[in-house]
C-alpha cells in the first residue's frame, strides 16, 4: 500500500512539475518598456473574442481602449472638403457609416452629421458619429495624462483621379501642425505613421519633435527598412499578420523602433510579443495587458 502510495505521489509530482513547464514555456515574458496602445481605439467591430461594438478611430473605443489601461491609442486621419481634418478608418464613407462617397467630398458638418453602421448586432447598441482631430485632442486634452496617439495618415484619395490622389497631403500635414500646436500636444507623445517617403520629409520640416514612423509591407521589407534609413526615420511599423523575429531584429540592429499593428487572438498575441516589438498596436487591448501582467 505503502509502495502504491509512493508510487501515485512520484506521478503527481511529475505530471505538476511537467504542467508548471509547460505553462511556463508558453507563458509571454513581461516586457515592462513595452508600449501598449490601442489600434484604431479598440479595433474593429468582431463577434467574439472579444465582442466589439464599437466603430474603429471613433471616440467611444477610444475611450474603452484608455479606460482599460492602455498608454495610448492609434487613430485613422482624412482631410474632409473644408480641409478639416476628421477620425475616420475607411475611404469610402458606404463602407462603415450612413454617408457616401469618400471623406474628401463632405464637410466636417455633414461627417459629423453621419452614424457609423456596422450591421447587425452591433447597431443595435452603438450609435457612434464620426468626429474631429481638434474634439478628439480637446478630449485627450481633458484626461490627467496626455495618451500616446500614433496617427495614421490616410493620404490616398481614391476620389480624385489617379496621379492626383495624394495633392492634398501637404495641407493635411500643416492642419495636423496646427491643431497639435493649439492643443498644446507634446511632441513625444506623437507617432505620425505614413507610408509615403515624400510625406516624411514634409512631416519633418512641419512638425519638429514628432516621432515619424514608416509603415512598411511585410513583402517588400529589405526595401521598406532601406528607405527607412534613407529617409532617417527612427520608428517602422510593421503588420501583425506577417512580422517575423528575424525582421524586427534587422530593424533593431539599424537602430530603429518597431511598432506592430494587430493581434485579436491570444495566439495571435503571443506570435507578435515573440518578434519582440518596442510598441505593439492591439486590436485586443486587454488581452494584451493581461499578458503582460498589466490587466485583470
Not at 202 to 230: C, Y
Not at 274 to 295: C, F, H, T, W, Y
Request: net charge positive; with cysteine; proline share 6%.
Amino acid at each position: 500500500m505503502r509502495k502504491i502510495s509512493s508510487l501515485f505521489r512520484a506521478a503527481l509530482a511529475l505530471f505538476v512539475i511537467v504542467l508548471i513547464g509547460a505553462c511556463t514555456a508558453t507563458k509571454p515574458v513581461a516586457n515592462p518598456k513595452l508600449l501598449v496602445l490601442g489600434h484604431a481605439g479598440s479595433g474593429f467591430f468582431t463577434p467574439i473574442s472579444p465582442f466589439n461594438f464599437r466603430p474603429p478611430s471613433s471616440w467611444r473605443g477610444i475611450r474603452r481602449a484608455l479606460l482599460r489601461g492602455a498608454d495610448g491609442v492609434e487613430i485613422d486621419l482624412q482631410l474632409a472638403r473644408d480641409s478639416v481634418v476628421m477620425l475616420y478608418h475607411d475611404q469610402r464613407l458606404e463602407n462603415s457609416s450612413t454617408g457616401t462617397g469618400c471623406v474628401s467630398e463632405r464637410t466636417a458638418a455633414e461627417l459629423t452629421a453621419l452614424r457609423y453602421r456596422g450591421g447587425w448586432p452591433y447597431d443595435w447598441i452603438q450609435k457612434e458619429r464620426p468626429i474631429t482631430f481638434d474634439t478628439a485632442l480637446a478630449r485627450f486634452g481633458r484626461l490627467p495624462n496626455f495618451p500616446n496617439i500614433h496617427l495614421d495618415l490616410h493620404e490616398d484619395d481614391q476620389c480624385l483621379p489617379v496621379g492626383r490622389q495624394h495633392e492634398r497631403v501637404p495641407l493635411l500635414i500643416r492642419q495636423l501642425a496646427r491643431s497639435l500646436a493649439r492643443y498644446r500636444v507634446p511632441p513625444s507623445n506623437v507617432l505620425l505613421v505614413t507610408q509615403e517617403p515624400s510625406t516624411v520629409r514634409l512631416a519633418r520640416a512641419a512638425l519638429p519633435g514628432v516621432r515619424i514612423g514608416l509603415e512598411i509591407a511585410s513583402d517588400e521589407f529589405a526595401f521598406g527598412l532601406k528607405v527607412a534609413k534613407t529617409e532617417r526615420v527612427r520608428t517602422v511599423v510593421l503588420d501583425a499578420d506577417r512580422v517575423t523575429p528575424e525582421q524586427t531584429a534587422q530593424a533593431h540592429a539599424a537602430g530603429l523602433t518597431v511598432v506592430v499593428f494587430g493581434g485579436r487572438s491570444g495566439k495571435d498575441i503571443r506570435r507578435i510579443l515573440a518578434s519582440q516589438p518596442d510598441e505593439i498596436e492591439a486590436d485586443n487591448v486587454k488581452r494584451l495587458l493581461i499578458m503582460q501582467g498589466r490587466g485583470k
